[in-house]
């Protein structure tokens, strides 16, 4: 075994099924460890037993709070090969107010993930990012909140907002900006089914991804077009209870299929316009250096 491991650091995006890859992995962590791999996903990172919270609060010098965590999750785990670290709230939330003001992808992102890193104890890492045509992401992300139990209409939800103005390219290059980024392997959430287990050869150790069976479907579904309103009936209602379990009741009563189509707000000349924008967008990052593009 390695001295130290190869760090890979999986930070989403949110909505272009992170949970789906997450608990497939986390299914098969016997057989990665057997392989040379470990793997920590949210569970790890959302239960206090690592210092997510304090790092993403962190305002103080990068080194001390390293030290102050060291040797890190990366330095307890030396002698495996290769250290799996998947966590999507590193960039920040999907509905960051900030992201609608700026018509920024996670406007802070580049400076979480350094928290991150140092209280990872981590030296170098290659970033795993899946993305997502801009207008899409945002109706899942808009389906979320409303499953989370806050619901509102899309209007109030997109504001002014343009989702062709959103680019991946621009938060690709502020996080390739993060000195301890040796490099980030990308793809398109639209590519996943077919892509899956190459994301998982370039993840998981040697001989690791052969374990991970992925599964059949998909973590989390968005609403269909009746669930949702059904969902803006009850709030003009003036309804009181649990928000979040209308909307799953909704989603489960009116679930999306071919004869239940989703929640589709934006006009044709919106997709047709934002489409075009992610394809130029996805070609910048392309010829970015440093990123390595996994194609269907």
Known sequence: MADHPAVVLHIGAHKTASTHLQQAIRAERRALLAAGGGFFGPPHFRSGRFPFREAMAWRGELARLRRRHAPGLVGRHARMQRLVLSEEN??????DPDMFEQGRFY??????LARFIAAAGADEVTLFLAVR????FLLSAYSQKLLSGRPMPFDSFIGALDPARLSWAELMARLLAVPQVAGCVLWRFEDYPAIAPRVLDAMLPPAGAAQV????????????ARAHKEVMDWLRAGDRGDAAKVARRARTRFAKSPTEPGF?????ATLAATAQAYARDLAAVAAMARVTWLRA
């Open 90 to 95: 590193i960039l920040g939330g999907a509905h």
């Open 107 to 112: 406007p802070r992102a580049a400076q979480r």
């Open 133 to 136: 045509d801009p207008a899409s």
């Open 213 to 224: 069976p992925l599964p059949a479907q998909p973590a989390h579904q968005g609403l269909s």
């Open 264 to 268: 589709a707000p934006f006009g044709a």
